[in-house]
């Protein structure tokens, strides 16, 4: 138990010390004046064959070129899986997918979300895997990456940028090198690179065993790297193919926080004071260590009704983990997981002990635990601007953040942001639970059934994509509900996000003076923390005392 | 508000003669991430390491393949070292298991079930050394692994069944022993496909 911890502790280390050189590197990545040699081709072949320009775009372009893209990718998608069937690469016969599951499968990779209501291994052609699925996977981390740095460059007062130039770059600058690598790191652990179909085999004991395999290693590195967390097969990385030991295990951890914690250093320097940057991550960091305590604590001491059964449980509450993980590595990838909103599992978070449990659907409730690349550390500044205007509220000063007044257009607008991600995940759960065709779906009695509906609600508007996967999702109900559900997770905050941002940018830079509230010290990371604590408290506590709290108080 | 309504009807403009625009980016960033991408990594990694790349398959004297490393198989006889809890029978065309909650009523008959089948068969290992891998599901249905101490606990059965001294078989599975990676990630384990392979090889 104790070299697990240590591995731990080191793991996390070597994460802390990526962030600031990563983050410096994406900052220069997006500064439009650095034409880096190595990419610079690169992109402007695309730039050519697509006959983009670079040109500034207003924050209603802007966010207009967002939706509009994305609309037309979610469409090719949506006809690729329908038709797979009858397209090239598809040697396993995969039959086309259902109209309401194809549209769910579609919205959900291009909201980063990556909830999957179908089984990789019979539901998706190897076509479909790779320009549908590994496509998505490249283009929904760039367009959120691409939102958060066009939004830190409103807050500090220049233009937003051009969006499909910052869309590129992500892609071709940052996530198609470091997936490259990884991918082939991968392989080299174990995992499959095919394109051969299911191989039988007989088995030792004289059995037949089906094994599918695919191209796995080049889905699994954008997978983690882009907060995917969309799984080639069913059960996602707790399979030994999509994350054969360790090492595996370590690198994967690693590529989920690697864009997500840097990201927090790339404000710093675009805004030209790293500590504005440094503040908030060290806030981050603090919640992350608290919820990953809770859950270690929680899953070593396991489940007490297996335990009263008498057998060796030193281990902890193995059910649904993996032996090469073990609880350590389960607990830590199941809050890295849900704090970075990638939704990888390596173990089935629907067996986690009742607090473990909490502590995933808390990383996604409040969604500021770095949260999702890109789409998280945007609600981060949000949850920021709104510590700042407490703070504001309680001395009765206008509101200041980096010199920008925060006035009534800009708090109503985030004030609708910050209620419709608990406006979607409680409203649609309270729809399901009315509905036969929402609780017919829930497989565990008891409290636990409210958690199971809570959480797939929840992974969908935080477009976290893991679930709590007994529940019976694969119908039109749940297809339709959750794709709703991610859509506006997603889009509603990138348009309210982008239009703060086009309405800072113009404003006036108010000089700092003795009485400005400063947002680069100790005392700001107090109220940051508090401010996400105290909101997302009284907003979820209820719902949460329900579900795992009242299952850990009956176990 | 003329510029106002002329921002506007930039915007419209902007939108209408960008979709083919659009239409192009998309595809062309569909070829690069979805098919250069993986075609590329593909080809790399069947020319440098086609062992990995094809799923680390395990092949017998013949050639055939008998199962792959990293895939856990199904042994019910008492011969061989038994394996995980599976609900999907280690049928590798899919993956799974069955999320119970912590509070399911399902899951605790079948752990009695386990704990029972196990008195039955190894009389001589008392339940309160039965470690917890060997009555609890999987997470994948797939796991090829179970922890060091559930395979020594296996050992007295295994020995009277086959008639192999335990000194042998203790041997056996230090064998097919995997540590910590580095000394500290994944936790200590044994493969126990390919440990019966190895007992398999012992008796004939």
Known sequence: ?555 | MQSHSLNQHNEKVFIFNNIVKMLRLSLALMVICGLVYPVVVTGIAQVVMPNQADGSLIYNEDKEVIGSELIGQTFTKPEYFSGRVSSIEYDAAGSGSPNYAPSNEDMMKRMKESIAAWEKANPAVPVNELPIDLITNSGSGLDPHITPEAADVQVPRIAEATGINEEKLKKLIKENTQGRELGLFGEPRVNVLTLNIALEKLLQ
């Open chain 1, 1 to 555: 138990m104790i070299v697990s911890l240590l591995s731990i502790a080191i793991t996390l280390l070597i994460a802390l010390l990526l962030a600031k050189p990563v983050g410096i590197y994406l900052a220069n990545s997006f500064n439009y004046s650095n034409k880096n040699k190595l990419f610079y081709p690169f992109e402007n072949l695309i730039y050519s064959i697509s006959g983009m320009k670079n040109k500034n775009q207003s924050w209603k372009v802007y966010a207009s070129s967002v939706i509009v893209i994305n609309a037309i990718m979610i469409l090719l998608v949506y006809l690729i899986f329908r038709f797979q069937g009858s397209l090239p690469l598809n040697p396993s016969k995969i039959a086309n997918m259902d109209p309401s599951l194809a549209f769910n499968t579609a919205v959900s990779f291009m909201t980063n979300t990556n909830l999957q209501h179908y089984s990789g291994e019979s539901g998706l052609s190897y076509l479909s895997q790779m320009i549908g699925i590994l496509f998505m996977m490249f283009v929904a981390p760039a367009t959120a990456l691409a939102v958060a740095i066009a939004f830190i460059r409103g807050l500090s007062g220049k233009s937003l940028g051009n969006f499909f130039v910052d869309m590129v770059r992500g892609i071709i600058r940052v996530l198609l090198p470091i997936a490259f690598v990884t991918g082939l790191i991968f392989v080299a652990l174990g995992v499959p690179q095919t394109l051969d179909p299911t191989v039988t085999v007989t088995t030792v004991e004289g059995g037949k065993q089906n094994i599918a395999v695919g191209p796995v290693g080049s889905f699994l590195s954008i997978k983690e790297l882009g907060n995917n967390g969309g799984g080639f097969f069913g059960v996602n990385s707790a399979h030994p193919f999509e994350n054969p030991n360790g090492p595996s295990n370590f690198i994967q951890i690693l590529l989920m926080l690697l864009l997500p914690m840097a990201l927090p250093f790339t404000y710093g320097k675009m805004v030209g004071n790293p500590k504005q940057g440094r503040i908030l991550f060290v806030s981050m960091t603090m919640m992350f260590i608290m919820f990953l305590g809770i859950s270690l604590s929680a899953e070593y001491q396991g489940n007490q009704a297996i335990n009263a059964l008498g057998v060796q449980h030193d281990q902890g509450s193995m059910e649904g983990k993996e032996v090469r993980f073990g609880v350590a590595q389960s607990s830590l990838y199941s809050v890295v997981t849900t704090a970075s909103e990638t939704g990888a599992v390596n173990t089935m978070h629907d067996t986690l002990t009742p607090l473990g449990g909490l502590v995933t659907l808390s990383n996604m409730m409040l969604n500021t635990v770095y949260g999702g690349v890109g789409a998280g550390f945007v609600n981060v500044l949000m949850y920021a601007i709104i510590g700042v205007f407490l703070s504001g509220l309680m001395v009765g000063r206008t509101p200041e953040f980096l010199g920008k007044k925060i006035e009534g257009k800009e708090m109503k607008l985030i004030a609708a942001t910050l209620l419709i991600h608990p406006f979607l995940i409680l409203g649609a759960s309270a729809v399901a639970f009315f509905t036969p065709l929402g609780h017919e779906a829930i497989s565990n009695s008891g409290f636990h059934g409210i958690s199971q509906v809570i959480y797939e609600y929840t992974s969908s508007a935080a477009n976290n994509g893991s679930g709590f996967e007994g529940l019976g999702d694969a119908t039109n109900f749940w297809n339709i509900s959750t794709g709703i559900v991610m859509y506006l997770g997603r889009f509603f905050s990138i348009v309210t996000m982008l239009a703060v941002a086009g309405s800072l940018a113009v404003k006036r830079t108010v000089p700092e003076t003795i009485g400005t509230f400063r947002t680069d010290n100790g005392l700001f990371a107090g109220v940051f923390i508090g401010a996400v604590f105290i909101v997302g408290a009284l907003t979820f506590f209820p719902v949460l005392v329900l579900g795992p709290i009242a299952e850990y108080l009956t176990l």
